[in-house]
């Protein structure tokens, strides 16, 4: 019997419902589990997504694409198989995707996380007979602390600079996690953030679901005099410039991600880390591929010789994807 899901240079590919998920090419039909640019190509013929993600995949798609949106949870088909998306925790409308054929299960993961996170759907456990994880994070040494922990923390630190009148830039990236940080921070803060004009279409999405992030202003282009005194301003990590953050006067510059847990923040540039990731850790991957109660495991994304060590341990079939 053909497998439902195969490898192909452009991705995962099911050759029974001639579709690639997240393919790595331009493909004639493409089924999505969320938009980070990662996860799809621009061009392909057509585009399937959840319904959630349809408005922040048609900000990132060029041009009019032919673009199908499916609620979560709603079995479609796809010639001769069954497909539906349900929610991985990761980003607003980000899905995992549920494959059945001839009554066989797989379940694609996408990029998912366990933690609570009030800016998009919580992660939905999926019963399958094969489970292809992402593994960003595949190794013991990932712990996180939970997300509302961290948003003290980001809650203290903004209050301390502006104690001494400092400028606070924490940066972050520009789809998921700076609405994640204002949907945290909604309920702690007292003030209104700043935020970099980047942002203002995904924050406008997020808005438009119902999720509900802190009140915002554009950081302006000429502060004309101005100042930011003790701000907090949200900005993409490609603004980490002296040329954009000079005119702030004293600032203090820090980076929320998961690789703030595993690596010095100071070598990357910036003066404070705080780990917040929208990835599982260690704990979260071993639970939830025990959860779906799949007897066979196909990690990829990053390095997961220590996960597939572990799984391959408790008896499970596992093996790698190749990587892109
Ligand atoms: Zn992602
Ligand atoms: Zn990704």
Not at 2 to 25: H, M, Q, W
Request: glycine share 10%; proline share 5%; net charge neutral.
């Amino acid at each position: 019997m053909k497998s439902v899901l195969t490898e192909s240079s452009a991705g995962i590919y099911c050759p029974a419902g001639n579709f690639y998920i997240d393919p790595r090419r331009r493909v004639p039909r493409a089924v999505v589990t969320h938009a980070h640019m990662d996860h799809f190509r621009q061009g392909c013929g057509e585009y399937y997504c959840s319904s959630s993600s349809a408005e922040l995949m048609r900000l990132r798609l060029r041009g009019k694409p032919k673009l199908t949106a499916i609620d979560f949870g709603s079995r479609v088909a796809l010639d001769d198989v069954t497909v539906s998306f349900h929610p991985a925790g990761h980003v607003l409308g980000s899905a995992q995707v549920r494959v059945e054929a001839a009554g066989e299960v797989w379940v694609v993961s996408g990029d998912y996380k366990r933690d609570q996170d009030p800016s998009c759907e919580p992660f939905e456990v999926v019963p399958c007979d094969t489970f292809v994880t992402e593994a960003t994070f595949g190794r013991k040494g990932a712990k996180w602390k939970p997300g509302g922990v961290v948003m003290g923390e980001i809650n203290d630190w903004w209050r301390e600079n502006r104690r001494s009148g400092k400028v606070s830039i924490l940066y972050c990236y520009v789809l998921g996690k700076l609405q994640r940080i204002l949907a945290g921070m909604s309920s702690l803060c007292d003030r209104e953030i700043y935020v970099h004009r980047d942002a203002v279409p995904y924050n406008e999405c997020y808005r438009r679901a119902g999720i509900e992030l802190a009140p915002t202003v554009v950081v302006p282009r000429k502060l004309d005099g101005r100042t930011l005194d003790g701000a907090l301003i949200l900005a993409p990590p490609k603004y980490l410039q002296p040329s954009w953050y000079r005119r702030f006067g004293d600032t203090v510059t820090a980076f929320a991600s998961g690789w703030m847990g595993l690596e010095d923040s100071r070598k990357h540039g910036y003066e404070k880390g705080f780990t917040l990731s929208d990835h599982a850790d260690w704990g979260q991957l071993v639970k939830t591929i025990e959860e779906t109660g799949a007897r066979n495991i196909r990690t990829h994304h990053g390095d997961a010789t220590e996960l597939n060590d572990y799984l391959a341990g408790r008896g499970l079939d596992v093996s790698s994807l190749n990587q892109p």
